[in-house]
C-alpha cells in the first residue's frame, strides 16, 4: 500500500467524525511504502503532521488511536483542533492498556467525563514546547493547572514516570510529544 493512500485513508475516516475536510488531494506522485514503523507507529511524515492540527495528527497515527477515542470522550476535539499553540504529551495505546483492567472503560462513560477530561489536560501544556526547550528538573504547568516534571538523562527524557519515546512531532497547531505511560495529576 502506498503511503499517501495509508495517510489520506487514516484522515478521511476519522475526519468525517470531525466534520474536518482532509481528503481532497491533487498530488499524484505516490512513494510505495517500506513497511517499516517508527517506535510509536506515527503512520505520518513530517510534512504533513505539520500541515494537520494536533487531533488530526492523531487520528493519522494508528498507535494514538486509544488518545483519539479518549478525546473525543471528554469533548477536548474541537479545542485541540482549534489555534493553540498546544503541546501535548501523548501516550500510545499501550500506554492506555497498562492502566489497571477496567480503567479505561469506566473513563470512557459519558458520567466520567469531567475525570477523563481532567487527566487529558494534564498531558496538554499551552505554547509550542520543543524538546529542545526542555531542561532536567524543569517543571512545566500544564492547562489542568498542575506541573510536570522533566527529567532528562542522557538521551532519555521523562515527563514524570513517562519517557519520551517520539519528540516534536510538528502541527499546525503545536507540538506533539509522544510518551509510553498515561499521566495522573494528583487529586
Sequence with gaps: MQIKKMLLLGLCVPALAFGVAACS??????????????EADSGTTDAAAAEMNIVETAQATPDLSTLVTAVV??????????PGPFTVFA????AFAAL??????????????????????????????KAADLSDGQKVETVEGQDLTV??????????????????????????????????PKN
Design 25 to 38: 488531494s491533487d498530488d499524484n506522485n505516490d512513494t510505495a511504502s517500506t513497511g517499516t514503523t517508527t
Design 73 to 82: 470522550a471528554a469533548d477536548l476535539a474541537e479545542t485541540l483542533s482549534g
Design 91 to 94: 501516550p500510545t495505546n499501550d
Design 151 to 184: 527529567t532528562i538523562d542522557g538521551d532519555k527524557v521523562m515527563i514524570n514516570d513517562a519517557q519520551v519515546v517520539l519528540p516534536d512531532i510538528e502541527t499546525s497547531n503545536g507540538t506533539v510529544h509522544v510518551i509510553d505511560g498515561v499521566l495522573l
Design 100 to 129: 489497571p483492567p477496567a480503567e479505561l472503560q469506566r473513563l470512557l462513560k459519558p458520567a466520567n467525563k469531567d475525570e477523563l477530561a481532567k487527566i487529558l489536560t494534564y498531558h496538554v501544556v499551552a505554547g509550542d514546547v
